[in-house]
């Protein structure tokens, strides 16, 4: 089982359309969730932390399911700017200490007119 | 800040030739990563260094990799030779802490194409 997966899509929705998108995670000792957005041909840029208690940030909204190792990224109100791949990023700590950030293969999303 | 600043953007090399690629980090980062992404793999995390030391190696893809963080403000990724299998785009981050609650701020990025 690969460390982060996400399903790859792509999501094709209307404008205005509400998307959710989740991520599952292997390692139970993970510490911090992170959504990051790309755009084609760009760098990954962080969109937002996720927190244990949920949280929103415009039309956004992050939430974390520690039992069932997963997170989830909610978009409200989709505007064709939000057209990207969204990455899961999870940071886990390795046996020998460190801190390792891991990217899911990312969420392609796609609005149209 | 102008940000993390990766050198070359492009850079077109024939297989077997030496490809160094170079990236400056924010000030006052302590960590600096170095990321791989490819179609078929994503983003793979090679290394990434705390306070210009080496922290983590282990996705350093063969030995024909390494890289280097001679001090605080400057770090490179050479391989020697190249592989048409290293063609990728390849990026530096940089962050605050190891456990970054404002995430990781990532290079333009270097695409790299070896033929």
């Known amino acids: 089982r690969k460390e982060v997966e996400q399903d790859p899509g792509p999501f094709n929705v209307p404008e205005g359309a509400t998307v959710a998108f989740n991520c599952t995670y292997s390692?139970?000792?993970?510490?911090?969730f992170f959504w990051y957005r790309q755009d084609c041909r760009k760098e990954p840029k962080l969109l937002m932390s996720v927190y244990s208690s949920g949280n929103e940030d415009g039309r956004f909204t992050a939430q974390l399911n520690r039992a069932s190792q997963y997170i989830s990224l909610l978009i409200r109100d989709s505007k064709l700017s939000d057209s990207a791949t969204y990455l899961c990023?999870?940071?886990?700590?390795?046996?020998?200490?460190?801190?390792?950030?891991?990217f899911g293969r990312g969420t392609s999303l796609i609005v149209h007119p | 800040d102008a940000g993390v600043i990766q050198s070359p953007r492009h850079e077109v090399t024939e297989m077997g030739q030496e490809v160094t690629l170079r990236c400056k980090p924010i000030?006052?980062?302590?960590?600096l990563f170095w990321y791989r992404q490819t179609m078929m793999r994503g983003l793979e995390l090679l290394i990434y260094f705390n306070n210009n030391v080496p922290i983590d190696d282990s996705g350093m893809p063969e030995d024909r990799f390494s890289a280097k963080m001679p001090n605080a403000s400057f770090s490179t990724l050479k391989i020697q030779p190249s592989e048409p299998r290293d063609s990728a785009v390849y990026f530096c981050?940089?962050?605050?802490?190891?456990?970054?609650?404002?995430?990781?701020?990532f290079g333009s990025g270097t695409r790299l194409t070896v033929v």
């Open positions: 390692n139970s000792a993970s510490q911090s």
């Open positions: 990023v999870v940071l886990g700590r390795t046996s020998g200490g460190s801190y390792i950030p891991t």
């Open positions: 000030s006052g980062h302590d960590y």
């Open positions: 981050a940089s962050s605050l802490t190891e456990t970054e609650v404002y995430g990781y701020t």
